[in-house]
Structures are given as C-alpha cells and as structure tokens.
C-alpha cells in the first residue's frame, strides 16, 4: 500500500500543507497570484468503498482521486490528461460537487471576487454556486433528454431558477445562446434525435454556457465525434473562450488536443498528480516519465519518409488498479527508469521551478532533475 | 522493391442494405488490391462504410444487406476464388473465415463469450481450422498468447475474458485472431477504445506480427496518425465511395482530395503547439439514405465547381504512382 498517510512532513507542496492554512498562502509562488485564480483545489480526495458480499461489508477503497491539488486562473485552460481510470472525471465531478469529495477544499472564487468553499455548502447554496459552473459531457447522445425540445433542454437552467418568465424572452434568450454556437435559432423547436452529433454537442455547450458561468468543466467532450466534427468543437470552444472569458477544465486523453486547447496541463496516475506545469514547456521537456511514455505513445502522420518512424517508448503492462495501489512509486512498475528507492519510498510532488525556469513545474519523481526525458519534437520537415 | 504476389483483390464492391427508408448505398463500388505482406489502412468518419467492407471481404454482412455488385477475388496457391460467389453459411467461407483471412474487433468484449475461458475459445479456432489434438491446440494457444506479449500465458489461458483487463483482452483477441496464421488480419478500429499507451502496445504488436509472419494488413480507422504508422497503402472512403487511394507516404505529402486534405488538417498534430489553427470540414457527413447528387461532397466542399459537382458523379482518376482520386479537379495523367 501507499504509505501516504504515513509521512509526516512535506515540502514545498501545496498538498502537504497543514489544513488550517489558507489556500491563498499555498497559492503563492506558483504563478498567477490568487486573486485571479477562479479554482484552488487542496488536498482533494475521493475514495469509493469496494463492498464484497450479501451484507455488502466494505473490503478496502478505491483511491480514485488521492491528495490533488491545483488551481486554475481566470481565462485560461487548464487540462487533465491520463489513462482511464487515473481519476479525471472523479476529479472534475468532485470539483462541481457533482459527488461528494472524501476530503480536501474546493474553493471558487466568482467573477465579483466572493470567495466560497464548494465542500462545505448546504445543497440549496451548492445549486446557487453550480450556476457559476458549467458542465459538458462525453456523450452527446445521452447527455441530452430526448423528450424535450432544444428550446426546453437550453431554457431549463432559466426556468428552473425562476431568472426568465416570459415565453418571449426565453425564446430570445435560447436564440441567442443557439446563435453563439453557430446554430441556426430556428432549431430550437426540434427534438434531440434531429440532429448529428457535433450539433448535439453545440446544444450541449449551449446549456452550459446559458446562466453565463465563471467556469466550464469539459469531460472528454469531442471523444464521442467524428474528427472533421471534432476540429469544429475544438475551434468553437477556443473560439467561446476569448469572446466571453471562460475559464476551461478540460478532461481528455488525447495529448494532440491538450496542446491544442490548454494554458497548462495536470497529469494525472492512478488518482495523483505526477506532473503539473505549463503545457509547452512541459510537451517541450517532460520532466516525469509516464509523461514522457503519454507523449511517445501518440501516433503521428508522418509526412517524411517511410523511414524516419521514430522510436518509441512502449510502456508494459497495464495501469495500475487505484484500489490496489503499487508500494512506493505507483507508476514503478511499469517505469522504464526504475531504481530500488521507487519500490519503496513514495515520492512527492515536488516544484522544480527554478530547475526548468520561472513558471512553477511540478513534479512526483525521485529522479525528476536527473533524467533526461524526450519530449515532443515538431514533425521532421 | 519487388512486388509480392497479389492476395486480395476487390473489384468494384457494392453492398447495400435495404429498409422501409429505402436503399442505402453502404459501400458503393469500391476497388482495391492487397499483396502478400502488405498493410491497407482504409480511413474515413463515421458511416462511410469502413466496416461494411470488412463484414463483405469476410461475407458477415448483416441480412438486411447484401453485396449487390463486385468481385472479391482470394488468391491462394495459384488459384482465386471469388468470396462473393460462395454460399455465406457454406464450409467453404468458413474454412476461409479465421483461417485465411481473420479479423479484429474495436471492441475485444464482443469476440469472445464470456461463459467460456480464453482457452477454451481459442482453442476452438485452432481444431476447426487444424487437425490437432486438443492438447495440441492448447500447446499452440499458450504458444500465441506468448507471442502477443499475455502475461503468464499458462495461467492467463483459463482466465475468463472479463477477468481480463482492457488491454489483455485486446490481445487475447489477436491471439485468437492469428491462432491458425492467417494471410490477412482485418482489424476494425483495432485501438479505438484504448489508452494510447496500449494503443502504442498493440500497434507494435501488430507490427512485429506482420513482419514476423508475413501477414497482411487492413487496419480500418478514423485515426490517420494510426495508418501512417503501420500502412503501406491507404484508402480514404466517402459515403461508401473509395475517394482516394496512394501509398502512405505519398497521401500524406500531397493528398490530392479535397476530403482527404480537410481530414487531415481537421486534427491537431502533436508537436504543432498551441496557436496551430484547425481548419475542419465544415458540416458533417449527410445521412445516407440523402445522398448528395453529384460528387457525395459537394456540400462540404472548399473546391466545390457549381454545376459541375453537384451533377456529376466524378470518375475514378489514375494518377502517377499508384495514386488514385475520385474528383473533378483532377484529368487523367
Ligand atoms: N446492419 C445494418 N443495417 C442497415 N444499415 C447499416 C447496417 N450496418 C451499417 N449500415 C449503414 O451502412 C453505412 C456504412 O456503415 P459502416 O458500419 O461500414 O460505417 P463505418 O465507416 O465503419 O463507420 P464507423 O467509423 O462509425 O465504424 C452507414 O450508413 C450505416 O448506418
Ligand atoms: N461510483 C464509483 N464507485 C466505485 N469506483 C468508482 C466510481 N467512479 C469511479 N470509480 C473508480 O475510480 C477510478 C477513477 O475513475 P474516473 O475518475 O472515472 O477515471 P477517468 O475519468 O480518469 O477515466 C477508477 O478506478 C474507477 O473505476
Ligand atoms: S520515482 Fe522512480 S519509478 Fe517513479 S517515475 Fe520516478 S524513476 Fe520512475
Ligand atoms: S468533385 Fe468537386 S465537390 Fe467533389 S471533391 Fe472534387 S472539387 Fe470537391
Ligand atoms: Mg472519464
Ligand atoms: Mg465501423
């Protein structure tokens, strides 16, 4: 197991901080300062109980989400990228308190700088606070009810909080948001089934978007679309980002698209943070090796000659089970680097800035400033 | 390089379903050959008919459909036979059938029965296909399930597919696949439900297979990053059509349909950074039972010629080296 629980003291962590201490001290030094920050998430944990049996007795945890910590600036995009199962929609759902967090703080700061802890809130409060927060899912298929109407899936938020009365202006209200995912308003009398999957998606960005929230968590929203179809939502949501100044926590796999789409990037193993920092320099200079093996791992169209198919790391085995997590270093069994200190000691997420420059870089690697990792070279010309 | 001898070859395949809304053109004259060895990547969006020619090459189409017009001619020994031509319940198609030509599903849950062990599934393939005793057969079976990189095959035979995770399904699936050394694997969408580490497993799985047997390839996918690491050849489809076919390198460089190029920038490349612009296709592909008069992408099409493209139906154009395109742009070299 883990020993987590059983280290006592930490540096230069946010996660390891004491929890009396406010968010805004552990934000300091790692970039943006806190006021612009509209997520800080300290410490957060998700464990789900595994039960066995007729009186479904609990056996043991899954650590779905373990001691992550991140924050998130206004206007930018911060990504979470991992293999499934290392915990990213656990984390974002958590973060919407869409489920229960076991531990940690969530805290969000809206647009007029209240500041609110998600964690702790009366659930009449939460519902007040989630309409600062939007949500887009995978699935577009599914993720619309299919008896209503686009003008009904769209106006719910609207009507349910009691913000628009009048036909009229609910009307003008959903024409509008359909405009501004550059769908026709004329749709909004039709039914899901009528449309294509990218047009679902717009719907479904359209819901999210409609009460004008501080913060989107999008969760693998293009995996389900076509890739022409894909490349459109990519764009529009680049596109809704610099015109209405969302704050994007995008969940993906697909490392192409956390380039793309992200400011920085979280990568996630077995439900903790391995590496955070920003994208380029990360992508450029991985400093933790399952980075390293994600990136090596992307196919790529190669323009050049048939001969110059790059070597690339092949990682063994499978991703390990979070509810039976490896001793020491979870990712020591299938790391291409590993040393005897990996099987045992569990290392921490440790800030190289400094190392790699002035933006904060964190890493969870004993040998974090030794290795020399691959990155990302741009395509051979 | 000198050319192997020719293994497959389809002659303008069509097969189409047929339903209350009508005909639905599936696959709509498709033509393309496979030589000994040689890997086929056959790329385009969803419902363009990838799968729909891998159900016909292996005479699985669904019973709503049927191959309306076409050859497809196997070679072996010498001699072809034309699969369109053979009873599809017959010995015949299934001696051909996870023999000759097997195949590989995106989803490994569905080759398998999950009241029955691997062993005893693959073991199965092996005694139709071969004469061997059953001990035989699972010697064999472990010594394939080695092959594809199972952990502890010798334990790992008598596991139940479900107790397996995702990526030794996956190969579990390939090794029942090549389990009788077929001349073709056909994968559809091989690693579409994977995490790219296990991806980047199999694709080099399937690489070292192929060149260590001899084995030839179609790897049907929407990922063209996919094709280009294990293709020779590509073809790209369209609303059942084959709007374009070259070899790997050459389609990549100079793709020729307008199709294929926005396919191509609709993706972002790895490496590109992050004010990379996408320039995706707009629209999305029509449903088939409305197929577009004319060219079937016309009104998707940067290049669209008016009462050009959407009257006529644009010919397949030979192009130097092997490169062939289905667009009014292009005249015959
Ligand atoms: N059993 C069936 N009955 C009716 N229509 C079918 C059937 N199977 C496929 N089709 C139709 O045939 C067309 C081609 O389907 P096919 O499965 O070959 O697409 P594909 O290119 O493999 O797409 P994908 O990338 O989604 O797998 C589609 O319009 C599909 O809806
Ligand atoms: N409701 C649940 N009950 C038990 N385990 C769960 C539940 N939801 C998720 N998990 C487990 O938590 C881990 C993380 O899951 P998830 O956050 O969905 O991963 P990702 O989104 O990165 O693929 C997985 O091992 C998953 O099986
Ligand atoms: S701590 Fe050891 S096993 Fe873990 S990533 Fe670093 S080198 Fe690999
Ligand atoms: S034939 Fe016309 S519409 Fe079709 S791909 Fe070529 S230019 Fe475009
Ligand atoms: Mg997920
Ligand atoms: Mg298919």
Request: include cysteine.
């Given at each position: 197991?883990a ?23 552990l934000?300091?030094?790692r ?14 944990r ?50 919407m ?8 703080s ?12 998600i ?43 009691k ?15 359909l ?43 293009v ?75 992307v ?28 001793a ?50 741009n395509?051979?010309? | ?24 053109e599936?696959v ?32 699985i ?6 191959i ?24 015949e ?9 097997a ?21 199965e ?41 995702g ?9 029942m ?19 790219v ?7 080099e ?7 260590d ?20 050849r ?9 709007v374009?076919?070259a070899p ?8 020729k ?6 396919l ?26 409305r197929?577009p ?13 008016p ?27």
């Open positions: 197991m020993q987590a629980d059983a280290v006592p003291t930490r540096t230069n962590t946010p996660a390891d901080s004491p929890p009396d201490q406010l968010p805004q001290q934000e300091e030094g970039g943006p300062s806190s006021a612009d920050n509209v997520l800080e998430v300290t410490d957060l998700k464990y789900f109980p595994i039960l066995r049996g007729f009186f479904r007795r609990q056996v043991g945890e899954v650590k779905a989400v373990d001691e992550v910590s991140f924050h998130v600036a206004r206007g930018e995009t911060l990504a979470l990228v991992g293999e499934s199962g290392c915990g990213k929609t656990t984390t974002g759902r958590c973060v308190r869409a489920i229960e967090p076991s531990g940690g969530v805290l969000f700061r809206k647009r007029d700088g209240e500041e609110i802890e964690t702790t809130l009366t659930k009449p409060d939460l519902r007040s606070v989630q309409q600062h927060m939007g949500m887009i899912f995978q699935d577009p298929f599914s993720s619309l009810n299919p008896r209503l109407t686009v003008l009904e899936i769209i106006g719910e938020p609207f009507v349910t909080r913000l628009i009365s009048g036909r009229r202006e609910l009307e003008e209200k959903v024409a509008e948001l405009r501004s995912v550059r769908l026709d308003p004329t749709y909004m009398r039709r039914y899901p089934h009528a449309f294509s999957g990218g047009q679902r998606q717009r719907i479904a960005i359209a819901r999210a978007l409609a009460l004008d929230p501080d913060f989107v968590v999008a969760d693998e929203p995996s389900a679309l076509d890739v022409s179809v894909q490349a459109q939502i990519l764009s529009l949501l680049k596109e809704l980002q610099s015109e209405l100044h969302l704050t994007y926590l995008f969940i993906t796999h697909n490392l192409s698209v956390v380039e793309y789409l992200s400011d920085r990037v979280s990568v996630m193993y077995v439900g903790q943070i391995v590496e955070l920092g920003r994208t380029d320099s990360i992508f450029r200079q991985p400093r933790h090796p399952y980075t390293e093996a994600l990136l090596s791992a196919p790529v169209v190669e323009t050049g000659k048939a001969g110059l198919r790059r070597e690339r790391i092949i990682l063994e085995g499978d991703v390990a089970d979070p509810s039976n997590v490896p020491g270093c979870t990712f020591h069994p299938r790391c291409p680097y590993v040393q005897d200190i990996c099987r045992e000691e569990e290392p921490q997420l440790v800030d190289l800035t400094g190392a790699n420059g002035s933006q904060p870089h964190y890493v969870r690697c004993h040998f974090a400033e030794e290795l020399e990792l691959q990155g990302v070279r395509s051979p010309q | 390089m000198t050319q192997s001898p020719l293994l497959l070859s389809v002659d303008n395949l069509a097969t189409h379903f047929f339903s209350q809304e009508g005909i639905l599936a709509d004259g498709v033509s393309f050959d496979i030589h000994a060895g040689e890997a086929l990547g056959i790329a385009g969006e969803s419902g363009c008919g990838k799968s729909v020619t891998a159900q016909s090459i292996l005479r189409v669904p019973s709503n459909g049927k309306v017009m076409g050859e497809i001619s196997l070679f072996q020994n010498g001699e072809s036979i034309d699969l369109v031509q053979l009873d599809d319940r017959g010995q198609i299934r001696q051909i059938r996870g023999g000759e030509i195949m590989v599903f995106q989803e490994p849950m569905a080759a398998f029965s999950m009241v029955y062990t691997i062993g005893n599934q693959i073991t393939v092996i005694r139709l296909h071969q004469d061997c005793s059953q001990s035989e057969a699972r010697d064999r079976a472990i010594e394939m399930l080695r092959r594809v990189g199972m952990p502890q095959p010798e334990q790992t035979i008598d596991a139940y597919p479900f107790a397996l995770s990526g030794m399904r996956q190969r579990a699936m390939i090794a696949a090549l389990s009788c050394h077929p001349a073709l694997l056909i994968a559809d969408e091989p690693t579409t439900a994977v995490d580490t296990i991806q980047a497993q199999v694709l799985l399937m690489k070292d297979l192929q060149r047997m001899g084995m030839a390839l179609i790897v049907i996918t929407h990922d063209l990053a996919v094709i280009s690491e294990l293709c020779d590509v073809m790209i489809m369209y609303l059942g059509k084959d374009e076919s790997a390198d050459v389609i990549f460089r100079d793709p349909h307008p199709y294929t190029v926005g191509l920038r609709s993706v972002p490349e790895l490496g590109e950074g992050h004010s990379q612009e996408l320039d995706p296709i707009t629209g999305s592909v029509p449903s088939p039972y197929r008069t004319g060219c079937p992408f016309h009104p998707r099409c940067p290049e669209f010629i009462d050009v493209c959407d009257v006529h139906l644009p010919p397949q154009i030979e192009l130097a080296g092997g490169h062939r395109v289905r667009c009014h742009l292009y005249v015959q070299d």
